[in-house]
Protein backbone atom coordinates (compact mmCIF):
# COMPACT_ATOMS: atom_id res chain seq x y z
CA UNK A 1 0.00 0.00 0.00
CA UNK A 2 1.26 3.62 -0.69
CA UNK A 3 0.70 6.80 1.10
CA UNK A 4 -0.32 8.22 -2.13
CA UNK A 5 0.65 7.05 -5.85
CA UNK A 6 2.16 9.66 -7.98
CA UNK A 7 1.11 7.49 -11.33
CA UNK A 8 1.15 8.68 -14.78
CA UNK A 9 -1.81 10.56 -14.06
CA UNK A 10 -0.42 12.54 -11.71
CA UNK A 11 1.55 14.37 -14.04
CA UNK A 12 -1.45 16.46 -15.14
CA UNK A 13 -3.37 16.53 -11.80
CA UNK A 14 -2.77 17.76 -8.90
CA UNK A 15 -1.63 15.22 -6.28
CA UNK A 16 -3.90 15.51 -3.21
CA UNK A 17 -2.14 15.64 0.30
CA UNK A 18 -2.14 12.19 1.93
CA UNK A 19 -5.05 11.73 4.04
CA UNK A 20 -5.16 8.01 6.16
CA UNK A 21 -6.52 5.51 4.76
CA UNK A 22 -3.20 3.63 4.56
CA UNK A 23 -1.95 1.17 6.47
CA UNK A 24 0.07 1.24 9.80
CA UNK A 25 3.83 -0.30 8.85
CA UNK A 26 6.07 -1.72 11.82
CA UNK A 27 9.68 -0.13 10.47
CA UNK A 28 11.34 0.56 13.73
CA UNK A 29 13.42 -2.89 14.39
CA UNK A 30 14.01 -3.82 11.04
CA UNK A 31 17.25 -3.22 9.25
CA UNK A 32 17.25 -0.37 7.01
CA UNK A 33 19.45 2.17 4.78
CA UNK A 34 19.30 5.08 6.71
CA UNK A 35 18.90 7.95 4.71
CA UNK A 36 20.26 10.67 7.72
CA UNK A 37 23.19 12.71 8.00
CA UNK A 38 24.12 15.64 5.18
CA UNK A 39 20.82 16.85 2.62
CA UNK A 40 21.67 19.56 0.46
CA UNK A 41 19.03 22.27 0.68
CA UNK A 42 18.01 25.46 -1.31
CA UNK A 43 15.98 27.95 0.68
CA UNK A 44 13.05 29.19 -1.33
CA UNK A 45 10.52 31.36 0.12
CA UNK A 46 8.98 32.19 -2.86
CA UNK A 47 8.53 28.83 -4.31
CA UNK A 48 10.61 29.22 -7.51
CA UNK A 49 11.50 25.48 -7.89
CA UNK A 50 7.83 25.18 -7.56
CA UNK A 51 5.98 27.47 -9.52
CA UNK A 52 6.70 28.90 -13.12
CA UNK A 53 6.62 32.50 -13.41
CA UNK A 54 2.90 32.93 -13.75
CA UNK A 55 2.59 30.65 -10.77
CA UNK A 56 1.22 27.44 -12.11
CA UNK A 57 3.28 24.65 -10.40
CA UNK A 58 5.64 22.34 -12.49
CA UNK A 59 4.85 19.05 -11.22
CA UNK A 60 1.37 19.43 -12.76
CA UNK A 61 3.33 19.60 -16.44
CA UNK A 62 3.58 16.43 -18.54
CA UNK A 63 7.04 17.40 -19.22
CA UNK A 64 8.61 19.94 -15.92
CA UNK A 65 11.37 21.77 -17.30
CA UNK A 66 15.27 21.62 -15.52
CA UNK A 67 13.66 25.02 -13.56
CA UNK A 68 11.80 22.58 -11.62
CA UNK A 69 13.99 21.82 -8.34
CA UNK A 70 12.87 18.25 -7.81
CA UNK A 71 13.98 17.87 -11.31
CA UNK A 72 17.55 17.71 -9.64
CA UNK A 73 18.88 19.03 -13.11
CA UNK A 74 22.99 20.41 -14.17
CA UNK A 75 23.31 22.36 -17.29
CA UNK A 76 23.96 20.58 -20.29
CA UNK A 77 26.16 22.58 -22.03
CA UNK A 78 27.62 25.74 -21.17
CA UNK A 79 24.78 28.07 -22.33
CA UNK A 80 22.63 25.98 -21.17
CA UNK A 81 20.52 28.24 -18.12
CA UNK A 82 19.81 26.26 -14.42
CA UNK A 83 19.60 28.87 -11.96
CA UNK A 84 20.01 26.22 -8.80
CA UNK A 85 22.69 23.82 -8.22
CA UNK A 86 22.27 21.25 -5.01
CA UNK A 87 25.80 20.16 -5.23
CA UNK A 88 27.22 23.41 -4.14
CA UNK A 89 24.38 24.52 -2.16
CA UNK A 90 24.06 24.91 1.71
CA UNK A 91 23.67 21.50 4.07
CA UNK A 92 21.46 20.50 7.01
CA UNK A 93 21.66 17.40 8.96
CA UNK A 94 18.78 14.80 9.11
CA UNK A 95 16.92 14.32 11.59
CA UNK A 96 17.32 17.69 12.30
CA UNK A 97 14.99 21.22 12.41
CA UNK A 98 16.18 24.01 10.07
CA UNK A 99 15.35 26.56 12.78
CA UNK A 100 18.43 25.80 15.30
CA UNK A 101 20.50 24.60 12.24
CA UNK A 102 21.40 27.78 10.94
CA UNK A 103 20.68 31.06 12.52
CA UNK A 104 19.28 32.66 9.63
CA UNK A 105 16.57 30.14 9.66
CA UNK A 106 15.96 30.59 13.33
CA UNK A 107 12.29 32.31 12.95
CA UNK A 108 11.29 30.99 9.21
CA UNK A 109 8.53 29.54 8.02
CA UNK A 110 8.29 28.64 4.63
CA UNK A 111 9.64 26.31 1.59
CA UNK A 112 13.06 24.10 1.94
CA UNK A 113 14.47 21.90 -0.79
CA UNK A 114 16.07 19.20 0.56
CA UNK A 115 18.10 16.67 -1.68
CA UNK A 116 19.70 13.42 -0.90
CA UNK A 117 21.84 11.14 -3.46
CA UNK A 118 21.49 7.61 -2.70
CA UNK A 119 22.80 4.42 -3.87
CA UNK A 120 19.97 1.29 -4.15
CA UNK A 121 20.63 -1.58 -1.56
CA UNK A 122 21.72 -4.74 -2.94
CA UNK A 123 18.06 -6.45 -2.99
CA UNK A 124 16.83 -9.90 -4.60
CA UNK A 125 14.65 -8.91 -7.59
CA UNK A 126 11.46 -10.13 -6.22
CA UNK A 127 11.80 -8.00 -3.28
CA UNK A 128 10.00 -4.78 -2.20
CA UNK A 129 11.48 -1.05 -1.01
CA UNK A 130 9.85 1.73 0.73
CA UNK A 131 11.23 5.07 1.82
CA UNK A 132 10.10 5.51 5.33
CA UNK A 133 10.07 9.30 6.56
CA UNK A 134 9.74 9.04 10.47
CA UNK A 135 8.00 12.80 10.46
CA UNK A 136 8.46 16.07 8.38
CA UNK A 137 6.98 19.09 9.77
CA UNK A 138 4.71 20.33 8.28
CA UNK A 139 3.61 19.85 4.17
CA UNK A 140 6.17 17.22 2.44
CA UNK A 141 5.44 17.17 -1.40
CA UNK A 142 8.23 14.13 -1.94
CA UNK A 143 9.84 13.00 -5.80
CA UNK A 144 12.17 10.19 -6.81
CA UNK A 145 14.36 10.17 -9.73
CA UNK A 146 12.25 13.40 -11.12
CA UNK A 147 8.94 12.14 -10.70
CA UNK A 148 6.56 12.71 -7.65
CA UNK A 149 5.60 10.13 -5.26
CA UNK A 150 2.97 11.97 -3.53
CA UNK A 151 2.11 14.49 -0.51
CA UNK A 152 1.94 14.34 3.16
CA UNK A 153 0.74 16.65 5.89
CA UNK A 154 1.28 16.93 9.46
CA UNK A 155 4.36 17.13 11.13
CA UNK A 156 4.18 14.44 13.73
CA UNK A 157 3.12 11.55 12.36
CA UNK A 158 5.55 8.67 10.12
CA UNK A 159 4.38 8.29 6.49
CA UNK A 160 5.76 5.87 3.35
CA UNK A 161 6.05 5.36 0.06
CA UNK A 162 6.31 2.20 -1.94
CA UNK A 163 9.35 2.77 -4.39
CA UNK A 164 10.14 -0.85 -5.69
CA UNK A 165 9.68 0.12 -9.10
CA UNK A 166 11.45 3.56 -8.78
CA UNK A 167 14.84 3.05 -7.65
CA UNK A 168 17.92 3.47 -9.66
CA UNK A 169 20.99 0.92 -8.91
CA UNK A 170 22.86 3.74 -8.39
CA UNK A 171 22.88 7.75 -8.29
CA UNK A 172 19.12 8.47 -7.28
CA UNK A 173 18.20 11.78 -6.51
CA UNK A 174 15.52 12.21 -3.44
CA UNK A 175 13.82 15.50 -3.02
CA UNK A 176 11.59 16.61 -0.81
CA UNK A 177 9.70 20.33 -1.16
CA UNK A 178 9.28 20.81 3.20
CA UNK A 179 6.86 23.34 3.91
CA UNK A 180 6.26 24.31 7.41
CA UNK A 181 3.78 27.75 7.18
CA UNK A 182 1.85 27.50 9.41
CA UNK A 183 -2.28 27.17 8.38
CA UNK A 184 -6.02 28.26 9.29
CA UNK A 185 -7.06 25.02 8.41
CA UNK A 186 -4.50 22.65 9.44
CA UNK A 187 -3.60 20.40 12.50
CA UNK A 188 -2.15 22.03 14.63
CA UNK A 189 -3.93 25.79 13.55
CA UNK A 190 -2.27 28.85 13.42
CA UNK A 191 -2.18 29.49 16.85
CA UNK A 192 0.27 27.60 19.34
CA UNK A 193 2.32 28.02 22.22
CA UNK A 194 5.49 26.39 20.91
CA UNK A 195 8.17 26.55 18.91
CA UNK A 196 7.22 25.74 14.74
CA UNK A 197 10.59 23.87 13.86
CA UNK A 198 10.61 23.03 10.04
CA UNK A 199 12.45 20.09 8.34
CA UNK A 200 12.68 16.34 8.04
CA UNK A 201 12.88 16.28 11.69
CA UNK A 202 12.91 13.03 12.27
CA UNK A 203 14.91 9.66 10.23
CA UNK A 204 14.26 8.53 6.72
CA UNK A 205 15.23 5.41 5.72
CA UNK A 206 14.91 2.61 3.27
CA UNK A 207 12.95 -0.72 4.00
CA UNK A 208 13.72 -3.46 1.84
CA UNK A 209 10.81 -6.90 2.47
CA UNK A 210 10.37 -9.99 0.81
CA UNK A 211 7.39 -9.57 -2.03
CA UNK A 212 4.88 -10.74 1.02
CA UNK A 213 5.72 -9.84 4.37
CA UNK A 214 4.62 -8.77 8.05
CA UNK A 215 4.00 -5.36 7.68
CA UNK A 216 1.45 -5.21 11.01
CA UNK A 217 0.82 -6.98 13.89
CA UNK A 218 -1.33 -5.99 17.19
CA UNK A 219 -1.49 -7.66 20.59
CA UNK A 220 -2.66 -7.19 23.78
CA UNK A 221 -3.50 -8.85 27.13
CA UNK A 222 -6.83 -9.84 26.08
CA UNK A 223 -7.93 -11.19 29.45
CA UNK A 224 -6.02 -10.45 33.11
CA UNK A 225 -7.79 -13.53 35.04
CA UNK A 226 -6.71 -16.32 32.21
CA UNK A 227 -3.32 -14.59 31.43
CA UNK A 228 -4.99 -14.77 27.67
CA UNK A 229 -3.21 -12.88 24.69
CA UNK A 230 -4.66 -11.61 21.58
CA UNK A 231 -4.09 -10.16 18.69
CA UNK A 232 -3.34 -10.31 14.90
CA UNK A 233 -0.77 -10.04 11.80
CA UNK A 234 -1.48 -8.16 8.66
CA UNK A 235 0.72 -9.25 5.70
CA UNK A 236 1.26 -7.71 2.71
CA UNK A 237 1.27 -8.79 -0.55
CA UNK A 238 -0.60 -11.77 0.62
CA UNK A 239 -2.60 -14.33 -1.60
CA UNK A 240 -4.50 -15.23 1.51
CA UNK A 241 -4.04 -19.21 2.64
CA UNK A 242 -0.59 -18.23 4.01
CA UNK A 243 0.87 -19.62 7.42
CA UNK A 244 2.38 -16.97 9.59
CA UNK A 245 3.85 -18.37 12.89
CA UNK A 246 4.07 -15.97 16.28
CA UNK A 247 6.56 -17.03 18.86
CA UNK A 248 7.27 -15.64 22.28
CA UNK A 249 10.21 -17.73 22.81
CA UNK A 250 11.01 -16.91 26.51
CA UNK A 251 7.61 -18.24 27.44
CA UNK A 252 7.70 -20.94 25.23
CA UNK A 253 4.92 -19.78 23.19
CA UNK A 254 4.66 -20.74 19.41
CA UNK A 255 1.46 -20.77 17.45
CA UNK A 256 1.16 -21.54 13.37
CA UNK A 257 -1.94 -19.76 12.04
CA UNK A 258 -3.38 -18.89 7.95
CA UNK A 259 -4.04 -15.60 6.85
CA UNK A 260 -7.63 -15.14 5.61
CA UNK A 261 -8.35 -13.35 1.61
CA UNK A 262 -7.33 -10.23 3.22
CA UNK A 263 -3.65 -11.26 4.72
CA UNK A 264 -4.81 -11.10 8.20
CA UNK A 265 -4.57 -13.74 10.60
CA UNK A 266 -5.42 -14.16 14.03
CA UNK A 267 -3.73 -15.40 17.44
CA UNK A 268 -4.79 -15.97 21.05
CA UNK A 269 -2.96 -17.92 23.26
CA UNK A 270 -2.43 -18.25 27.30
CA UNK A 271 1.09 -17.29 29.17
CA UNK A 272 0.51 -18.55 32.71
CA UNK A 273 3.97 -17.57 33.58
CA UNK A 274 4.38 -14.45 32.44
CA UNK A 275 5.50 -11.42 34.61
CA UNK A 276 3.38 -8.40 33.46
CA UNK A 277 4.56 -5.08 32.33
CA UNK A 278 4.17 -2.19 35.37
CA UNK A 279 6.50 0.76 36.01
CA UNK A 280 8.41 -1.07 38.86
CA UNK A 281 8.99 -4.31 36.59
CA UNK A 282 8.97 -3.07 32.64
CA UNK A 283 9.03 -6.78 31.55
CA UNK A 284 9.46 -7.16 28.05
CA UNK A 285 9.34 -10.15 26.20
CA UNK A 286 11.07 -11.31 22.81
CA UNK A 287 8.10 -11.79 19.77
CA UNK A 288 9.11 -13.02 16.41
CA UNK A 289 6.49 -13.27 13.26
CA UNK A 290 7.47 -14.75 10.56
CA UNK A 291 5.85 -15.90 7.30
CA UNK A 292 7.49 -17.14 4.27
CA UNK A 293 10.91 -15.52 4.16
CA UNK A 294 10.06 -12.62 6.44
CA UNK A 295 10.22 -12.35 10.39
CA UNK A 296 9.43 -8.94 12.86
CA UNK A 297 11.24 -9.39 15.46
CA UNK A 298 10.12 -6.79 18.64
CA UNK A 299 9.26 -6.85 22.07
CA UNK A 300 6.35 -6.51 24.00
CA UNK A 301 4.84 -5.81 27.59
CA UNK A 302 1.44 -7.84 28.88
CA UNK A 303 -0.21 -5.54 30.96
CA UNK A 304 -4.41 -4.00 31.25
CA UNK A 305 -4.84 -0.59 31.78
CA UNK A 306 -8.89 -0.07 32.99
CA UNK A 307 -11.01 2.11 34.86
CA UNK A 308 -13.49 1.34 37.89
CA UNK A 309 -16.00 4.32 38.79
CA UNK A 310 -13.36 6.58 39.72
CA UNK A 311 -10.09 4.36 39.93
CA UNK A 312 -7.42 3.82 37.28
CA UNK A 313 -5.73 0.32 37.53
CA UNK A 314 -2.95 -0.94 36.39
CA UNK A 315 -3.14 -5.09 35.99
CA UNK A 316 -6.07 -5.09 38.07
CA UNK A 317 -4.60 -2.52 40.78
CA UNK A 318 -5.14 1.00 42.14
CA UNK A 319 -2.87 3.73 40.04
CA UNK A 320 -1.87 7.28 40.61
CA UNK A 321 -0.36 8.78 37.93
CA UNK A 322 2.65 11.00 39.20
CA UNK A 323 3.13 12.48 35.65
CA UNK A 324 5.05 15.25 34.35
CA UNK A 325 4.38 17.17 30.75
CA UNK A 326 7.07 16.93 28.33
CA UNK A 327 7.53 18.63 25.22
CA UNK A 328 9.99 17.07 22.55
CA UNK A 329 12.35 19.56 22.69
CA UNK A 330 16.10 19.56 23.85
CA UNK A 331 17.63 22.60 23.72
CA UNK A 332 20.19 21.82 26.09
CA UNK A 333 23.00 21.98 23.61
CA UNK A 334 21.17 24.90 21.41
CA UNK A 335 19.35 21.85 19.72
CA UNK A 336 15.26 22.24 18.95
CA UNK A 337 13.10 19.38 18.03
CA UNK A 338 14.75 15.98 19.97
CA UNK A 339 16.82 14.29 16.76
CA UNK A 340 17.82 11.14 18.31
CA UNK A 341 17.19 8.05 21.29
CA UNK A 342 19.71 9.51 23.20
CA UNK A 343 18.36 12.88 24.26
CA UNK A 344 14.66 11.30 23.83
CA UNK A 345 16.71 8.83 26.73
CA UNK A 346 17.74 12.24 28.59
CA UNK A 347 14.34 13.59 28.26
CA UNK A 348 12.65 10.78 30.32
CA UNK A 349 15.48 10.40 33.02
CA UNK A 350 14.79 14.27 33.70
CA UNK A 351 11.01 12.73 34.43
CA UNK A 352 12.62 9.57 36.12
CA UNK A 353 14.47 11.61 38.39
CA UNK A 354 11.27 13.76 39.53
CA UNK A 355 10.22 10.20 40.49
CA UNK A 356 7.43 9.93 37.75
CA UNK A 357 5.64 7.09 36.73
CA UNK A 358 4.31 8.95 33.92
CA UNK A 359 5.22 10.95 31.29
CA UNK A 360 2.53 13.30 29.15
CA UNK A 361 3.70 13.53 25.88
CA UNK A 362 2.75 16.99 24.78
CA UNK A 363 1.20 18.00 22.03
CA UNK A 364 1.44 15.80 19.10
CA UNK A 365 3.19 12.35 19.00
CA UNK A 366 6.95 12.46 19.64
CA UNK A 367 9.19 10.42 17.67
CA UNK A 368 8.70 6.47 18.16
CA UNK A 369 12.12 6.26 20.40
CA UNK A 370 10.13 7.73 23.15
CA UNK A 371 7.18 5.65 23.59
CA UNK A 372 10.01 2.30 22.92
CA UNK A 373 12.45 4.00 26.04
CA UNK A 374 9.45 4.25 27.92
CA UNK A 375 8.42 0.56 27.72
CA UNK A 376 12.41 0.08 28.52
CA UNK A 377 12.71 2.46 31.31
CA UNK A 378 8.92 1.87 33.06
CA UNK A 379 7.12 4.83 32.15
CA UNK A 380 3.55 4.89 31.42
CA UNK A 381 2.75 7.15 28.13
CA UNK A 382 -0.10 9.74 27.39
CA UNK A 383 -0.34 10.67 23.50
CA UNK A 384 -1.96 12.97 21.99
CA UNK A 385 -2.74 14.32 18.50
CA UNK A 386 -2.23 18.76 17.64
CA UNK A 387 -6.01 18.99 17.72
CA UNK A 388 -5.20 22.04 19.85
CA UNK A 389 -7.31 25.20 20.79
CA UNK A 390 -9.00 27.12 17.58
CA UNK A 391 -9.23 24.46 14.77
CA UNK A 392 -10.93 24.54 11.73
CA UNK A 393 -13.67 22.34 13.25
CA UNK A 394 -16.31 22.40 10.49
CA UNK A 395 -13.85 22.01 7.74
CA UNK A 396 -14.24 18.01 6.62
CA UNK A 397 -10.51 18.11 5.41
CA UNK A 398 -8.99 19.31 8.62
CA UNK A 399 -11.27 16.08 10.02
CA UNK A 400 -9.36 14.10 7.80
CA UNK A 401 -6.12 15.38 8.72
CA UNK A 402 -6.67 14.86 12.02
CA UNK A 403 -8.37 11.44 11.85
CA UNK A 404 -5.08 10.69 9.88
CA UNK A 405 -2.74 11.69 12.95
CA UNK A 406 -5.06 9.62 15.01
CA UNK A 407 -4.76 6.42 12.92
CA UNK A 408 -0.76 6.82 12.15
CA UNK A 409 -0.22 7.51 15.70
CA UNK A 410 -2.11 4.49 16.84
CA UNK A 411 -0.92 2.31 14.16
CA UNK A 412 2.69 3.28 15.37
CA UNK A 413 2.49 2.80 18.86
CA UNK A 414 -0.59 0.39 19.58
CA UNK A 415 2.11 -2.49 20.61
CA UNK A 416 3.72 -0.63 23.67
CA UNK A 417 2.81 -1.34 26.84
CA UNK A 418 3.72 1.92 28.33
CA UNK A 419 1.20 3.79 26.05
CA UNK A 420 -2.13 3.84 27.95
CA UNK A 421 -4.09 6.85 27.23
CA UNK A 422 -4.53 7.95 23.57
CA UNK A 423 -5.75 12.16 23.85
CA UNK A 424 -7.77 13.58 21.38
CA UNK A 425 -7.45 17.21 21.66
CA UNK A 426 -6.02 20.10 24.23
CA UNK A 427 -8.19 23.18 25.81
CA UNK A 428 -10.89 23.17 22.58
CA UNK A 429 -13.42 25.82 23.41
CA UNK A 430 -16.89 23.46 23.25
CA UNK A 431 -19.26 24.34 20.70
CA UNK A 432 -21.14 22.07 18.06
CA UNK A 433 -18.98 21.98 15.31
CA UNK A 434 -15.64 20.64 17.97
CA UNK A 435 -18.25 18.36 19.85
CA UNK A 436 -18.91 16.31 16.65
CA UNK A 437 -15.44 16.98 15.16
CA UNK A 438 -14.24 15.37 18.49
CA UNK A 439 -16.89 12.26 19.02
CA UNK A 440 -16.39 11.46 15.35
CA UNK A 441 -12.54 10.99 16.93
CA UNK A 442 -13.57 9.39 20.12
CA UNK A 443 -15.08 6.57 17.86
CA UNK A 444 -12.12 6.02 15.42
CA UNK A 445 -9.81 5.43 18.20
CA UNK A 446 -12.52 3.50 19.88
CA UNK A 447 -12.33 1.40 17.14
CA UNK A 448 -8.37 1.30 15.98
CA UNK A 449 -7.74 0.64 19.65
CA UNK A 450 -9.96 -0.81 22.75
CA UNK A 451 -7.05 -1.92 25.09
CA UNK A 452 -6.36 1.42 26.02
CA UNK A 453 -7.92 4.47 27.50
CA UNK A 454 -9.24 7.53 25.73
CA UNK A 455 -8.63 11.21 26.96
CA UNK A 456 -8.64 15.23 26.67
CA UNK A 457 -7.31 17.72 28.16
CA UNK A 458 -10.47 20.03 28.71
CA UNK A 459 -10.91 23.13 30.75
CA UNK A 460 -13.16 24.62 33.94
CA UNK A 461 -15.68 27.48 34.07
CA UNK A 462 -16.87 28.52 37.61
CA UNK A 463 -20.39 28.19 38.69
CA UNK A 464 -21.85 31.58 38.31
CA UNK A 465 -23.70 31.79 42.03
CA UNK A 466 -20.57 30.78 43.19
CA UNK A 467 -17.30 31.95 41.86
CA UNK A 468 -15.00 29.52 43.66
CA UNK A 469 -16.88 26.44 42.62
CA UNK A 470 -14.76 25.04 39.50
CA UNK A 471 -16.76 22.98 37.45
CA UNK A 472 -15.33 21.03 35.18
CA UNK A 473 -18.84 19.98 32.40
CA UNK A 474 -18.09 19.16 28.83
CA UNK A 475 -20.04 17.05 26.34
CA UNK A 476 -16.11 15.48 25.56
CA UNK A 477 -15.92 14.17 29.38
CA UNK A 478 -19.49 11.63 28.35
CA UNK A 479 -17.22 10.46 25.32
CA UNK A 480 -13.63 9.45 27.49
CA UNK A 481 -12.21 7.08 30.29
CA UNK A 482 -10.26 10.01 32.05
CA UNK A 483 -11.75 13.02 32.76
CA UNK A 484 -8.70 15.46 32.31
CA UNK A 485 -8.46 19.13 32.38
CA UNK A 486 -5.81 21.79 32.69
CA UNK A 487 -5.75 24.65 35.20
CA UNK A 488 -3.91 27.95 36.03
CA UNK A 489 -5.17 29.06 38.90
CA UNK A 490 -2.65 31.26 40.99
CA UNK A 491 -1.09 32.12 37.44
CA UNK A 492 -3.62 32.72 34.48
CA UNK A 493 -6.63 32.95 36.89
CA UNK A 494 -6.17 34.72 40.12
CA UNK A 495 -3.86 34.39 42.69
CA UNK A 496 -2.12 32.21 45.09
CA UNK A 497 -4.25 32.64 47.84
CA UNK A 498 -7.79 31.68 44.90
CA UNK A 499 -5.98 27.72 45.39
CA UNK A 500 -6.84 27.66 48.79
CA UNK A 501 -10.68 28.29 48.26
CA UNK A 502 -10.98 26.91 45.37
CA UNK A 503 -13.92 23.43 45.32
CA UNK A 504 -14.60 21.69 42.44
CA UNK A 505 -17.34 20.08 40.88
CA UNK A 506 -16.85 17.13 38.82
CA UNK A 507 -20.12 15.10 37.99
CA UNK A 508 -18.53 12.45 36.31
CA UNK A 509 -18.07 8.84 37.98
CA UNK A 510 -14.46 8.88 36.01
CA UNK A 511 -11.21 9.04 37.47
CA UNK A 512 -10.02 12.86 37.34
CA UNK A 513 -6.87 13.47 36.07
CA UNK A 514 -5.15 17.58 36.00
CA UNK A 515 -3.38 17.31 32.70
CA UNK A 516 -1.83 21.32 33.29
CA UNK A 517 -1.16 23.60 36.30
CA UNK A 518 2.24 25.68 36.41
CA UNK A 519 4.18 29.13 36.73
CA UNK A 520 6.51 30.56 34.60
CA UNK A 521 9.66 30.94 36.69
CA UNK A 522 13.13 31.90 35.35
CA UNK A 523 15.65 29.68 36.91
CA UNK A 524 18.03 31.46 39.56
CA UNK A 525 15.72 34.56 40.19
CA UNK A 526 15.11 34.54 43.85
CA UNK A 527 12.47 36.43 45.66
CA UNK A 528 9.59 37.13 47.65
CA UNK A 529 7.27 34.11 47.11
CA UNK A 530 4.60 36.85 46.58
CA UNK A 531 6.44 37.96 42.84
CA UNK A 532 5.74 36.02 40.13
CA UNK A 533 8.63 34.57 37.77
CA UNK A 534 10.44 33.78 40.58
CA UNK A 535 11.67 30.19 41.94
CA UNK A 536 9.84 30.83 44.87
CA UNK A 537 6.67 31.71 43.81
CA UNK A 538 6.21 28.51 41.43
CA UNK A 539 7.21 26.33 44.38
CA UNK A 540 4.43 27.72 46.63
CA UNK A 541 2.30 27.76 43.84
CA UNK A 542 2.83 23.87 43.55
CA UNK A 543 2.39 23.37 47.32
CA UNK A 544 -0.71 25.36 46.98
CA UNK A 545 -2.24 23.44 43.93
CA UNK A 546 -0.98 19.43 45.08
CA UNK A 547 -2.91 20.37 48.29
CA UNK A 548 -5.66 21.18 47.05
CA UNK A 549 -5.64 18.76 44.00
CA UNK A 550 -5.62 15.92 47.05
CA UNK A 551 -9.02 17.44 48.18
CA UNK A 552 -10.40 16.27 44.65
CA UNK A 553 -12.89 13.32 44.64
CA UNK A 554 -11.27 10.94 42.36
CA UNK A 555 -8.34 12.26 42.36
CA UNK A 556 -6.28 9.76 39.67
CA UNK A 557 -2.96 11.73 38.95
CA UNK A 558 -1.64 15.07 37.14
CA UNK A 559 0.93 15.90 34.71
CA UNK A 560 1.75 19.76 35.62
CA UNK A 561 2.99 21.53 32.95
CA UNK A 562 5.82 21.08 32.48
CA UNK A 563 9.40 18.99 32.65
CA UNK A 564 11.85 21.75 30.65
CA UNK A 565 11.42 25.30 29.76
CA UNK A 566 11.10 25.40 25.62
CA UNK A 567 10.79 27.96 22.83
CA UNK A 568 7.93 29.86 22.21
CA UNK A 569 7.04 32.62 20.33
CA UNK A 570 4.74 33.92 22.37
CA UNK A 571 6.86 34.54 25.13
CA UNK A 572 9.09 37.61 24.42
CA UNK A 573 9.70 39.14 27.77
CA UNK A 574 13.27 40.05 27.57
CA UNK A 575 15.56 39.16 30.58
CA UNK A 576 13.01 36.42 31.77
CA UNK A 577 11.42 34.68 28.98
CA UNK A 578 13.69 35.57 26.29
CA UNK A 579 11.39 33.35 24.23
CA UNK A 580 11.05 30.63 26.27
CA UNK A 581 7.75 29.38 28.25
CA UNK A 582 9.64 29.67 31.58
CA UNK A 583 6.99 26.82 33.21
CA UNK A 584 9.69 24.32 33.38
CA UNK A 585 10.57 22.76 36.62
CA UNK A 586 13.89 22.51 34.98
CA UNK A 587 15.55 25.15 32.87
CA UNK A 588 16.07 24.12 29.28
CA UNK A 589 19.39 23.04 30.02
CA UNK A 590 18.00 20.89 33.09
CA UNK A 591 18.61 23.20 35.98
CA UNK A 592 15.89 22.11 38.34
CA UNK A 593 14.35 25.30 40.08
CA UNK A 594 13.01 24.60 43.64
CA UNK A 595 9.53 23.71 42.70
CA UNK A 596 11.25 20.49 40.66
CA UNK A 597 11.80 18.87 44.67
CA UNK A 598 8.49 19.99 45.80
CA UNK A 599 6.91 18.19 43.12
CA UNK A 600 9.68 15.09 43.70
CA UNK A 601 8.44 15.24 47.36
CA UNK A 602 5.06 14.98 46.69
CA UNK A 603 5.75 12.21 44.55
CA UNK A 604 8.11 10.07 46.79
CA UNK A 605 5.32 10.18 49.33
CA UNK A 606 2.54 8.77 46.62
CA UNK A 607 4.81 6.37 46.11
CA UNK A 608 5.14 5.49 49.33
CA UNK A 609 9.25 6.16 49.44
CA UNK A 610 9.19 9.20 51.95
CA UNK A 611 11.84 9.86 52.99
CA UNK A 612 11.71 9.43 57.37
C1 LIG B 1 -1.81 25.63 28.27
C2 LIG B 1 -1.45 24.88 27.05
C3 LIG B 1 0.05 24.75 26.88
C4 LIG B 1 0.70 26.10 27.19
C5 LIG B 1 0.41 26.44 28.64
C6 LIG B 1 0.98 27.81 29.03
O1 LIG B 1 -2.87 25.54 28.77
O2 LIG B 1 -2.05 23.62 26.97
O3 LIG B 1 0.34 24.35 25.58
O4 LIG B 1 2.07 26.09 26.93
O5 LIG B 1 -0.96 26.48 28.84
O6 LIG B 1 2.10 27.88 29.48
O7 LIG B 1 0.25 28.78 28.87
Redesign the pocket.
Known amino acids: MKTFAAGLLCLLLPVAPAWAAEAPMQVYTRAAQSLDGEWKVIVDPYENGYYNYRYQPFDQQADPPKGAYFRDAKPESPTDLVEYDFDTAMSLQVPGDWNTQDPRLYYYEGSVWYRKKFDAPARRPTDRAFLEFGAVNYRADVYLNGRKLGVHEGGFTPFRFEVTDRLRPRGNSLVLKVDNRRRADGVPTLN???WNYGGITRSVGLVVVPEVFVRDYRLALASLADREVAGRVQLDGARGGEEVSVALPELGVRQRVRTGADGQAEFRFRVPGARLWSPEHPQLYRIEIASGSDTLVDRVGLRTIATRGRQLLLNGEPLFLRGI?VHEEYAADGGGRVRDAGQARRLLERARSLEANFVRL??YPHNEHMARLADEMGLLVWSEIPV??TIDWANEATYRNAEAQLEAMIGRDRNRASVIIWSLA??TPVSDARNRFLSRLAARARALDDSRLLSA?MEKHYREDDPDMAVVEDPLAELVDLVSF?Q?IG??DGTLDKIDRVRWQIPYDKPVFV??F?A?AKQGLHGDAGAIWTEEYQAELYRRTLRMLDRIEGFAGTSP??LSD?R?P?RPLAGVQDGF?R?GLMSEKGEPKQAFHVLRDYYRQKAGNAPP
Do not use: L
Request: glycine share 4%; no cysteine.
Open positions: TDWSAHYWNEANYWYSEGDWIFSRNK
